[in-house]
């Protein structure tokens, strides 16, 4: 945005530096203007910003009370003479340049001068924003660290307190707002409280304040932030205060409360348009205040709530939007708005965010049909699943149960049974992957395929499956003695009840059992 205009006079015998300097590229922001001289005049130290000096060190000393303040001076200099230069010139001079030097030397001093300026103008430029910025807006703004020393305020934070920037900065509230110190050590109208609130909160806050002042007690609505510095460490908090001592018009109040609701709101009138909105429905529909205003309700209702996914239990629409890349789940509420006569006058449009709400629901929710310990879906998660995807598919059920398990849990404790479990799930989702497998109970697991499946790889599949589990428990003291039966059972009879499959799947897995267990049987087998 600024544009730098860099005027360098050269006093130098040698072309080396004009030279050298004139093929420098010219970075953004800035524009270079060269001028040599060969000896010491007026005009040659006067009317530029940057000065190279390459000149005896004698005559340097005898010209440098000549230069005007403000010019930022490179010195060129043997090295015999270095320490007297720094000497005489001390915080006058930008840059010292030991001679002889060659053309790269020149260019990388020079750029890195170049970066240095960068910086300080730079610095300045966002300072002069930052006061332009804050001294424009007629509310009170305030810079303030840790011990609660004001370190800036703008113009209107000023007249408020009837002292000049020279007195407030590095004051505390007391002496700004000519406290008492009873008041002060009290609390009452300093606003010590909601400044350790934004402390603890570490985030922006809003707050209903009042302040005692030279002109009387002040209302205000009060938004402070905590400043983090590069480490996250907080270093002070601003504040933006609205003076609402004297509200002008109903406008205004409606404003403040639509502004302070946690969710976004928008108003229509009699004949559908839209004439007003919050903070929070440009927040969460990406669309500003000014362009909203005059729409007709109905049509950005169809534009923006296309997405309806249907009425929640309290009766309102509920739909699902894409705001800022995230998905987001918004209640809709649609209240009238009557006059003091009953006369319908209007509409509110309430937009709740409860994408929070509608997800812990779903957590709950899996928690309800999940086991605990293992991760598998349980007993309710396995109907559940055959209710919403079984249709005409065929179904095979795969039942195992852990043989002597009750021994691991009276032998070495409920912990290792636990470690049993586990590693029984991990093998089995192993060895049937894409599956949905359940743990019915205790020892108990069933594996669900639907579909048509070849009911011989299912038991060359399962086998496998013991034998993984077998190496698994003969590598742990505590689990040596467990091994695994299988009973598989299969229907292609849509109308078969599941529980009936369980039933055959349980009496095979009982024959496995009952002929030396460690095995797997099929029902049909049996």
């Given at each position: 945005?600024?544009h730098?205009?860099?005027?360098?006079?050269?006093l130098?015998?040698?072309?080396?530096l004009?030279?050298?300097?004139?093929?420098?590229?010219?970075?953004?922001?800035?524009?270079?203007?060269?001028?040599?001289?060969?000896?010491?005049?007026?005009?040659?130290?006067?009317?530029?910003?940057?000065?190279?000096?390459?000149?005896?060190?004698?005559?340097?000393?005898?010209?440098?009370?000549?230069?005007?303040?403000?010019?930022?001076?490179?010195?060129?200099?043997?090295?015999?003479?270095?320490?007297?230069l720094?000497?005489?010139?001390?915080?006058?001079?930008?840059?010292?340049?030991?001679?002889?030097?060659?053309?790269?030397?020149?260019?990388?001093?020079?750029?890195?001068?170049?970066e240095?300026?960068?910086?300080?103008?730079?610095d300045?430029?966002?300072?002069?924003?930052?006061?332009?910025?804050?001294?424009?807006?007629?509310?009170?703004?305030?810079?303030?660290?840790?011990?609660?020393?004001?370190?800036?305020?703008n113009?209107?934070?000023?007249?408020?307190?009837?002292k000049?920037?020279?007195?407030?900065?590095?004051?505390?509230?007391?002496?700004?707002?000519?406290?008492?110190?009873?008041?002060?050590?009290?609390?009452?109208?300093?606003?010590l409280?909601?400044?350790?609130?934004?402390?603890?909160?570490?985030?922006?806050?809003?707050?209903?304040?009042?302040?005692?002042?030279?002109?009387?007690?002040?209302?205000?609505?009060?938004?402070?932030?905590?400043?983090?510095?590069?480490?996250?460490?907080?270093?002070?908090?601003?504040?933006?205060?609205?003076?609402?001592?004297?509200?002008?018009?109903?406008?205004?109040?409606?404003?403040?409360?639509?502004?302070?609701?946690?969710?976004?709101?928008?108003?229509?009138?009699?004949?559908?348009?839209?004439?007003?909105?919050?903070?929070?429905?440009?927040?969460?529909?990406?669309?500003?205040?000014?362009?909203i205003?005059?729409?007709?309700?109905?049509?950005?209702?169809?534009?923006?709530?296309?997405?309806?996914?249907?009425?929640?239990?309290?009766?309102?629409?509920?739909?699902?939007?894409?705001?800022?890349?995230?998905?987001?789940?918004f209640?809709?509420?649609?209240?009238?708005?009557?006059?003091i006569?009953?006369?319908?006058?209007?509409?509110?449009?309430?937009?709740?965010?409860?994408?929070?709400?509608?997800t812990?629901?779903?957590?709950?929710?899996?928690?309800?049909?999940?086991?605990?310990?293992?991760?598998?879906?349980?007993?309710?998660?396995?109907?559940?699943?055959?209710?919403?995807?079984?249709?005409?598919?065929?179904?095979?059920l795969?039942?195992?149960?852990?043989?002597?398990?009750?021994n691991?849990?009276?032998?070495?404790?409920?912990?290792a049974?636990?470690?049993?479990?586990?590693?029984?799930?991990?093998?089995?989702?192993?060895?049937?992957p894409?599956?949905?497998?359940?743990?019915?109970?205790?020892?108990?697991?069933?594996?669900?395929?639907?579909?048509?499946?070849?009911t011989?790889?299912?038991?060359?599949?399962?086998?496998?499956?013991?034998?993984?589990?077998?190496?698994?428990?003969?590598?742990?003291?505590?689990?040596?003695?467990?091994?695994?039966?299988?009973?598989?059972?299969?229907?292609?009879?849509?109308?078969?009840?599941?529980?009936?499959?369980?039933?055959?799947?349980?009496?095979?897995?009982y024959?496995?059992?009952?002929?030396?267990?460690?095995?797997?049987?099929?029902?049909?087998?049996?």
């Amino acid at each position: 945005m600024f544009h730098y205009e860099l005027i360098i006079h050269i006093l130098s015998t040698s072309a080396l530096l004009e030279e050298t300097l004139s093929q420098v590229p010219e970075p953004a922001h800035f524009s270079f203007h060269f001028r040599c001289f060969s000896g010491v005049s007026d005009e040659s130290l006067t009317a530029c910003n940057l000065l190279l000096l390459d000149l005896p060190a004698a005559d340097i000393l005898r010209i440098l009370p000549r230069i005007a303040s403000g010019t930022d001076l490179i010195l060129c200099s043997a090295p015999e003479d270095i320490s007297l230069l720094q000497e005489a010139a001390a915080n006058q001079y930008a840059d010292l340049w030991v001679k002889p030097f060659s053309s790269s030397f020149i260019t990388a001093r020079f750029n890195r001068l170049l970066e240095h300026l960068w910086l300080e103008k730079d610095d300045s430029f966002i300072r002069t924003c930052l006061n332009t910025t804050i001294n424009s807006i007629p509310d009170l703004i305030w810079f303030k660290d840790l011990r609660g020393s004001h370190e800036m305020v703008n113009d209107a934070f000023c007249h408020a307190v009837g002292k000049t920037k020279q007195d407030i900065q590095g004051r505390g509230h007391y002496y700004i707002w000519d406290l008492k110190p009873e008041e002060y050590a009290t609390g009452e109208y300093v606003c010590l409280e909601t400044e350790e609130e934004v402390l603890r909160q570490r985030k922006t806050c809003l707050f209903d304040e009042k302040v005692k002042s030279s002109h009387g007690l002040r209302q205000f609505k009060t938004y402070k932030s905590p400043i983090f510095d590069e480490t996250g460490e907080v270093i002070g908090t601003v504040g933006i205060a609205h003076d609402v001592t004297v509200l002008e018009n109903i406008s205004t109040e409606l404003d403040i409360l639509l502004n302070s609701m946690p969710f976004a709101i928008l108003v229509k009138n009699d004949k559908g348009v839209i004439i007003n909105s919050n903070v929070k429905f440009s927040e969460y529909f990406q669309i500003p205040r000014e362009q909203i205003q005059g729409k007709y309700y109905d049509e950005w209702k169809k534009d923006a709530l296309n997405t309806l996914t249907g009425i929640n239990e309290e009766g309102y629409a509920e739909a699902a939007l894409n705001i800022g890349g995230k998905e987001k789940v918004f209640e809709i509420h649609e209240e009238p708005i009557y006059d003091i006569f009953e006369n319908l006058v209007g509409q509110l449009c309430i937009c709740r965010d409860i994408t929070v709400e509608r997800t812990l629901e779903q957590q709950i929710l899996q928690t309800s049909i999940t086991d605990f310990l293992t991760g598998l879906y349980n007993r309710r998660g396995f109907y559940d699943y055959i209710s919403r995807n079984r249709g005409s598919q065929t179904v095979s059920l795969i039942y195992l149960d852990l043989d002597h398990f009750k021994n691991v849990n009276d032998v070495y404790g409920h912990q290792a049974g636990d470690e049993a479990l586990i590693l029984v799930s991990r093998l089995m989702k192993e060895c049937f992957p894409q599956t949905l497998i359940a743990r019915l109970g205790g020892d108990e697991f069933l594996i669900t395929l639907l579909g048509a499946y070849d009911t011989r790889k299912l038991l060359d599949q399962s086998q496998l499956l013991l034998d993984k589990m077998q190496l698994a428990f003969r590598q742990s003291r505590q689990l040596n003695s467990l091994t695994a039966s299988i009973g598989i059972a299969q229907t292609n009879d849509p109308g078969l009840p599941i529980d009936t499959l369980i039933y055959q799947s349980d009496q095979a897995l009982y024959f496995a059992k009952q002929h030396g267990r460690a095995r797997c049987c099929l029902y049909s087998d049996v």
